[in-house]
């Protein structure tokens, strides 16, 4: 095999040639301008840290090539320059040498590049993104050409469509008579991409030709490298652009109109996070605020917070339930931890490709950068911008929509459901197998669930009913009566409230099937605490009704089955309800253990209509799921009292005692309680929906906790054949993705890489 491949040979193996080379063959392949060069493989690194030994016949006659090639001497009109290239991607790490005119030094060179794959930062750069040690790298040598010449000559970098919103245009920078390293050292500040169309014309067309030509054949958008001699557009590299969630979903869309990608590839290369950033916040209009500044809107969508300096104080507050903004003169790799921790993002200096701008574009976070006229003093702790000054503390909002920056926390309101989002979310309609279903308590829930495409509401939770002070004291009337008549008008009294509460409901519903959860919470949660009372009644009933354990204590059905007249009344006041606005309702036992309780309470049900579901949360209930199958119409799966019944964690404690201590060490690797664990809960969950199918073939199951809108948790319940998942209405749209995404997995779908491919369950913790 030879040592040396040229970028016009055939191979385009990127373990042998690293991706830059393989990229530069195909490149050289596609017909584009790409200036004249070889790579000196992989292989022949590795027989270079075997040996020491380079081959340098081959590369001899490989420059003697080059040069007949250009037409040009080295030293006389032709310089090279080195470059590493490894199969993945290491930004920056290793070494580049420039402007290399003789024989000899391009050989130092070589060995210089491969000896730099080893140097400390290309070491700890490989530990911290977990790349192989092995991999190795090539050197690739290239004619220069020279963007610094007097007349027509630049270089610049272009996105081939707009990486904040999509748009089919180029994007970019240029720099006339610079070099590469020009642009990238900030010394001269570059123009936008424009001043290459009216200065010549002819070569910004041809970039536009390049840009279609490399999309079509990577079919995707790229990020090009290019520069211009005496009027010459040469094509240096190209690679998949970074983009914003809401411009990865415009570009898979526009692709599949444009024939590039199909349908399927669209949804399986989104990430929940693109589509969530569809659902960013926005400023509530209408906007009459005016902004005390504007920078470049770097990554969409709107965040108010305190104003931040120091990355780790970022932090800090936000594990305290701080929103805060980091403004920082420019980010660097440092900064991730507060980055990542704030709400938004704020920089004074840097463009739309800087450090601040491509992470939180990868994070899907608020962004606006380049803010010239904001003066950060990072030791003082202030902003100045002209007379006003801004100190640690301050609220901010930032919208990374129109690059505007605000004194105050601005309202922000979520955002609408745009064409793009409805238009991906019909393709993932017709793929995904699970139903889309929200929880949702209140017709304002009902309505956003609606509008974001839910298909049911598959928990509606009835406690939420009573917390308006109204409601409140009819419970409680409930709570403390003494008498059977006080009782009995206090409950007539609820009844009234909840067929109210019903109609309200199932006009909002307008057609789409709900499922209402009978009472779950214990009654002393609808009383006053201790403290906050001094009447002896309640004093007294608080005394009686207190538990050591609530949380295992009188709930749910249990409730249900001691104070007979809540649930009848519940049941009543649906029935009621429906005989005034026809709606197609399910009632849902909570905490249910054995089937004597579900007979129990089917007693109350008058109404053959009214479809009678458990609660699949509780261990026995799982155990019994065969026989509670023969009497259930449905079973939904409440993963969040299910995880905390199989772990013994208390579910409103955990994150804060001991799972911080439990996930930095490693003994789990997940919060369970947002992430479902696969092999314990899961593996229940698993054998109880074979169970109950084996008695009952049709018996609908669904999952209504947490974990219906949590990406590997849903890829889980596709495969155990769960018929549907309910989740918070904000969720839904990333649901149906996901939903979509495992229903094409396992199908084999054409395009593998699914970008949020970590279907893996195989954690390590056993
Ligand atoms: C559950 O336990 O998963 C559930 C959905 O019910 P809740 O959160 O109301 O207990
Ligand atoms: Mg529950």
Redesign the pocket.
Known sequence: MPSVFFFEDECEDKFLLGNKGANLVTMTKLGLPVPPGFIVSIEAYREYQRSGKLPLEELRRALSWLQKKTGKKLGDGLSVSVRSSAPASMPGMMDTVLNLKDEDKIISAVKRVFDSWDNLRAVEYRRLNKIPSDLGTSAIVQAMVLGNKEKNSGTGVVFTRNPNNGQKRLFGEYLDRAQGEDLVSGKRTPQPIETLRLQMPEVYAELERVADILERHFRDMQDVEFTVEDGKLYVLQTRSGKRSGRAAVRIAIDMVKEGIISPEEAILRLTPEDVRALLYKQLKPPVQYRPVAQGLSACPGAASGKVVFDPLEADTKARLNEAVILVRPETSPEDIQGIHAAEGVLTSRGGLTSHAAIVTRAMGKPCVCGAETLNIDLKEETLTIGDLVIRKGDEITIDGDTGNIYLGALPLQEAEATTELKELMSWADSYKRLGVWA?ADTVEMILQAKKFGAEGIG?C?TERQFNSPERLSAIREFILAQTPAERSEAINHLQRLQKEDFIDIFRALDGMPIII?LL?MPLHEFLPSEEETTDPQVKERLRELREVNPMLGHRGVRVGVTFPEIYQMQIDAISEARAEVPANVAIMV?QVITVQELLWVKKYIKDPALKVGI?M?TVRACMRAGKLAQEADFF?????????AVFSFS?EDVERKFLTTYLELGILEHNPFQILDIKGVGRLMETAVSWARKEKKTLEIGV????AGEPLSIRFFHRIGIDYVSCSPFRIPTTKLVAAQAALEQKGAPISAPSESAAKDASSVS
């Not at 939904?636 to 905390?644: I, K, R, Y």
């Not at 209504?704 to 974990?707: F, L, P, T």
């Open positions: 929880n928990l939770r959860r779950d909570p609660m949360e939904s799966f409440g993963t969040n009292d299910l995880t905390q579910r209504c906790g947490e974990h």
